[in-house]
């Protein structure tokens, strides 16, 4: 069989992963790690590496500084066998502190944003675009222009709105533009407001909900899937990234809705029990 092509457009970043016993308190007070390593990160780099890991062909669009962060981030999906293609960025590879406790809670604090005035890899963006079989446009300014660029080369759209509570604007033209809206539930006071938003939107809609697996909603009928069971959990990144390409991979291989919402469950239970973004690394 043919792999399925995917072209990936979003943000990574190379991130000091803490390790804490719990989030700590807003208050002066002394906290004293458990651990801490350094790791690619990113959403888009998140799926790129579980797409690959699943076997299809990816290509990730990114923005990186000419940094030892942005040769680092590089390195890991070139190793992968993700294809890149590298826009250079005016400062800093993006870079974040990520506080993490054993219960999957996390605090993330961005050091370096990059800031991309002008790409110089568009045609070539274009040309893989064009040639695939699913768009995955995640949330990032310098990915926004593709929403647009995706439609008009008739390529179906996947978006990822992480923990968007149903109002917030930034996230309107990857709502408005998608043909499949994957989010999570933080964004929600209770899982019927989730439900019932997903439910609005007349497209197919799938909410991961944690331990409790998750939701797909789409032509009426809703699906639901328990979260695969998992002997140790390891490491929370990536996890919804993870669940988002599993499911993506079997939805491009014919699967129907609840075969694709179980391949979810499983990559994102094999991405809990490794300790990187994806269970190959």
Request: some cysteine; aromatic content about 4%.
């Amino acid at each position: 069989m043919r792999k399925p092509k995917v072209f990936v457009a979003g943000p990574v970043s190379w991130n000091r992963l803490v390790l804490v016993d719990r989030l700590p308190d807003p208050r002066p007070h002394t906290v004293f790690a458990s651990g801490h390593r350094t790791a690619v990160g990113g959403t888009s780099a998140g799926k790129a590496l579980n797409l690959a890991s699943l076997g299809a062909d990816v290509t990730l669009r990114t923005v990186v500084g000419d940094d030892e962060a942005g040769r680092a981030v590089l390195d890991v999906l070139g190793r992968a066998g993700v294809e890149v293609i590298a826009e250079q960025a005016e400062g800093a590879t993006e870079q974040h502190l990520n506080l993490m406790d054993p219960h999957g809670g996390r605090l993330s604090i961005y050091l370096e944003l990059p800031v991309l005035s002008r790409p110089r890899h568009h045609e070539r963006a274009l040309a893989a675009l064009a040639a695939a079989d699913a768009a995955v446009i995640d949330l990032a300014d310098h990915a926004r222009p593709l929403l647009a660029a995706a439609r008009d080369a008739g390529v179906p759209v996947w978006c990822d709105l992480h923990d968007y509570d149903g109002v917030a604007e930034f996230h309107r033209d990857f709502l408005h533009a998608a043909d499949h809206v994957f989010l999570n539930d933080d964004g929600f006071a209770d899982r019927d407001a989730l439900l019932t938003f997903l439910k609005s939107l007349g497209k197919p809609a799938v909410a991961t909900l944690g331990a409790d697996g998750a939701v797909l909603v789409a032509d009426g009928a809703v699906e639901r899937v328990a979260a695969a069971p998992v002997d140790e959990i390891v490491d929370t990144n990536g996890a919804g990234d993870a669940f988002f390409s599993g499911f993506l991979v079997a939805h491009l291989g014919g699967a129907d809705a609840a075969t694709a919402m179980a391949a979810g469950a499983r990559q994102a239970a094999r991405c809990l029990g490794s300790t990187g973004l994806a269970p190959d690394l």
